[in-house]
């Protein structure tokens, strides 16, 4: 099991920009696929974005391709999220996840239920 604690949440204008911080402990991190989903008061969670354990195969939602991207740096076993134009529909808590390598090669890479491990959540606002 890896633990997840996410960080870099905060309140932004629109049209801002944020970075999400995911630092994982437990588990060898360059092994597992990580994700970042997110979930707004009353919807499902969301996913956003995923890479591959060695980080050079990734896959976006369409909602956020082409402004959020996501990196890893497996040497300081921490997966990023880069959010640049930042809309007010953006607002959600944000969650880092874990899952088996084989999930980013699979179709449970859109779905929570390909990864196993999920951190606490940071919190975005973005103000309109």
């Known amino acids: 099991q890896v633990q997840l604690v996410e960080s870099g949440g905060g309140l932004v204008p629109a049209r801002g920009s944020l970075r999400l911080s995911c630092a994982a402990s437990?588990?060898?991190?360059?092994?597992?696929?990580m994700g970042w989903f997110r979930q707004a008061p009353g919807k499902d969670r969301e996913f956003l974005a995923t890479?591959?354990?060695?980080?050079?195969?990734?896959d976006y939602a369409d909602s956020v391709k082409g402004r959020f991207t996501i990196s890893r740096d497996n040497a300081k076993n921490t997966v990023y999220l880069q959010m640049n134009s930042l809309k007010f529909e953006d607002t959600a808590v944000y969650y880092c996840?874990?899952?088996?390598?084989?999930?980013?090669?699979?179709?449970?890479?859109?779905?929570?239920?390909?990864?196993?491990?999920w951190g606490q959540g940071t919190q975005v606002t973005v103000s309109s």
């Open positions: 437990g588990g060898t991190f360059s092994s597992y696929t």
């Open positions: 890479i591959s354990g060695a980080g050079g195969t990734s």
């Open positions: 996840a874990a899952g088996p390598g084989t999930t980013m090669f699979s179709a449970y890479r859109h779905i929570t239920s390909g990864y196993r491990d």
